[in-house]
Each structure stands twice: as C-alpha cells, then as structure tokens.
C-alpha cells in the first residue's frame, strides 16, 4: 500500500468502461465446462486498439502477455488461462450475464447479521433497498452505502448478495445499504447515478430513523460501483449535503473516454477486455457526448476538493489501471487522503473476484482494518 503522492499517468485511449465482476464471470462460465490450461486471449476486438486511423501500434501486446505469463505462480496461471479462455460479454449476452451471476451461496445471510427490504423514495419511482445489520448492534450504526459494481447493466436485483455484503457487516463493523438501481441497457445515464444519490441523501437526512449514524457514511463499490460512489460525493459536496466519510473504490472506473495506454496493453488476457467495457458502455451511455460529463468521467469534475478519504485497490496489469490512477492523483492534489492498494500482477477486480489465491487474503485484513476504522464502531 501506498499513501504518497505519485506521478501523473499519461493520457490513453478512448471510450469504454466498466463491468466489474460481469467480465470475469462470462470466462468463468464459459470455461467450467472445459480446460482453459494454455489458453490464448481472444482476438475479439482487436481493431478497438486502432482508435488513431494511419498511427501504428509499435508494441506487440500478446507477446508481452505471453512473457508475463511466464513469471506468475501457478496458481495465478490458471485464474489468467481461465478468464482468457471465456467468452466476452458481448458473447454471453445481458440476459445470460444477469441470470448467471446467482449462485444459491451467495444468498446465505451470514451468522449474526439480520436483513430487510426497504423503499427509497427515487426520481422515478421507489427504489428498491436491502438493509444488512449486526445482531444486537449498539444503535446508530456506521453505513456504507454500497452503490455496486456490474458495469452500470448487471449485479441488480435484490437477491444474491447476502453473503457479501452480510460479510462486509461482520468486518467492518458497520450496516450495509444496497439501493437495487436502475441499471441499462432499460435505463441509461444518469439514471443509476440520480438512484443512489436519492439513497444517499435519504440516509443523510433519516438515517437515525433506521438505527444508522448520518455522520458515518461510506460510499463505493466496484468498478461502476466506485464510479457511481464517488460521483454522488461530489453531488452531495455541490448540494452542502452531508458528504461521506469515506469512499470505498476497487479497480473504479473514472473516465468513460478510455483514453489510456492500459486500454492497449491489457486489452485481453486479464479479465475484463476492452471489448467488454466498450460494449457495457455503449449500453450505458445515451450519446458518446455523456462520456464528457463527470458524472460518467468523474475524472473530468471541475474540482475534486472536499471529496472523502478514498480507499483505492486497483490490479497492476487491468485496463482501468490508468483512469484509476489519474483520478488516484488528482485527488491527491486536491489534499484528498487516499490509501492506495495496487496488487502486483493482479487483474480487474481479482481481489474480490478471486478470494482464495494467496495475494487475497494478505491484502484483505488491511482494507477491513481502515473502513473499521472510519464507519465501525465508536471507541
């Protein structure tokens, strides 16, 4: 981990964005019928690399790949042969992706955690709301206020999450609101945002009523997740709202431009592929205008001063590494604190999508220990 300021990353490609874990689970899917051992990326979206027309690309990227494939652990080689060896998300379609991401586990409310639904009042409508809680918590209670991943299309729905965020609660000792968003192609932009921004404020403002504490608010998520949480910070900054006391953004994406050389040299063979950020995007995104909008590019807000502390893990080799840092580095030059994980040779999301390789649980106590610190339990 690392809290000092670092260099800015230069600028990179264009257009595209996040899926979270929807990019992985499509290989993993795919694959749990068959070997990936020795897989090779696919060729799909290949001519996405080609965004200058004339302007050769000098670097032979799967060559790269294939070197880099070399120096990883086993265990490591598999999960990359795996999610290389999937189809994209494109392929799988949005019906299978949604349908697909249940698993009967995942809807196991942890021990000592209790659940409900609630309503939300929304700018179209209620929002539909999940509430986890510790059992016989001291009230009010710390919230993180989980504005998911899932690229902005998938991970809706209000079943299947109980497991993770029912965790969240034991380890960070605190409640955890999910909104169940409108998400697109149905829905596009703004409308997950203007969603969990209505939780957001709904929180501020009647939080005591549900046994939670206004004043310790977290925000985030993965990939569209962490875009969508700390975009409403800055609405709520705007608005002199109560502004959250931290935001949570793993591999968060933070400018739909994707303008970035990452989007070259991990474009496939790393989980999430370019072709599946352009496809989620395009299903996002209403005109290729809203992608200069910082509520899609937070990364392009006038000003990121008063935003919260920001808790960052981004993987070393995925495509949102340089949005992530650029946006890593312009809030460290607003005096924003940030601490920064960046997991060496780690893909999109691996982290939380892979929790059982070795780098997972080394990294895992740290990041518990700093969101306990900023929305658990008062000492």
């Not at 070997?35 to 050769?56: F, K, T």
């Amino acid at each position: 981990m690392t809290e000092s300021n670092t260099p800015g990353i230069g600028r990179r490609r264009f257009f595209g964005v996040s899926a979270g874990a929807a990019g992985l689970l499509a290989g993993t899917a795919a694959c749990d019928s068959g070997d990936a051992a020795g897989a090779a990326p696919s060729a799909e979206g290949s001519d996405h690399l080609l965004n200058l027309p004339g302007i050769p690309v000098a670097t032979d990227y799967e060559a790269l790949r294939r070197q880099r494939m070399t120096q990883v652990d086993p265990e490591m080689k598999a999960v990359y042969d795996r999610v290389a060896a999937g189809p994209s998300i494109r392929q799988t379609g949005i019906a299978a992706m949604r349908t697909g991401a249940g698993r009967p586990e995942a809807s196991v409310v942890p021990k000592g955690v209790t659940a409900r639904n609630i309503e939300i009042p929304g700018p179209a409508g209620p929002v539909p709301t999940r509430i986890w809680m510790s059992e016989g918590a001291a009230e009010p209670v710390g919230v993180y206020l989980s504005t998911h991943g899932g690229g902005w299309n998938f991970s809706n729905g209000m079943a299947g999450h109980d497991a993770e965020e029912g965790q969240h609660v034991l380890d960070w000792g605190c409640a955890v609101v999910r909104p169940d968003f409108r998400v697109a192609p149905e829905h596009k932009f703004p409308a997950a945002v203007e969603d969990c921004y209505a939780a957001l404020q709904y929180l501020g403002r009647n939080g005591h009523e549900l046994g939670l504490d206004p004043a310790r608010i977290g925000v985030g998520g993965g990939c569209a997740g962490g875009s969508i949480g700390t975009v409403i910070s800055l609405m709520a900054r705007d608005a002199g709202e109560t502004v959250p006391a931290v935001q949570f953004l793993w591999s968060p994406a933070t400018d739909m431009r994707n303008n970035y050389l990452s989007h070259l040299e991990f474009a496939d063979g790393y989980g999430l592929r370019l072709d599946d950020a352009d496809f989620v995007s395009q299903n996002y995104l209403r005109s290729r205008e809203d992608a200069y909008d910082w509520r899609a590019s937070p990364v392009l807000a006038p000003s990121l001063k008063g935003a919260p502390p920001a808790l960052g893990w981004l993987g070393e080799w995925e495509i949102l590494h340089g949005e992530a840092m650029a946006y890593v580095n312009r809030l460290r030059d607003a005096g924003v604190p940030v601490h920064l994980f960046e997991g060496p040779q780690q893909g999109h999301g691996f982290r939380y999508l892979y929790p059982d390789t070795q780098y997972s649980p080394e990294t895992r106590p740290q990041i518990d220990k700093i969101m306990r610190d900023y929305l658990g339990p008062k000492s």
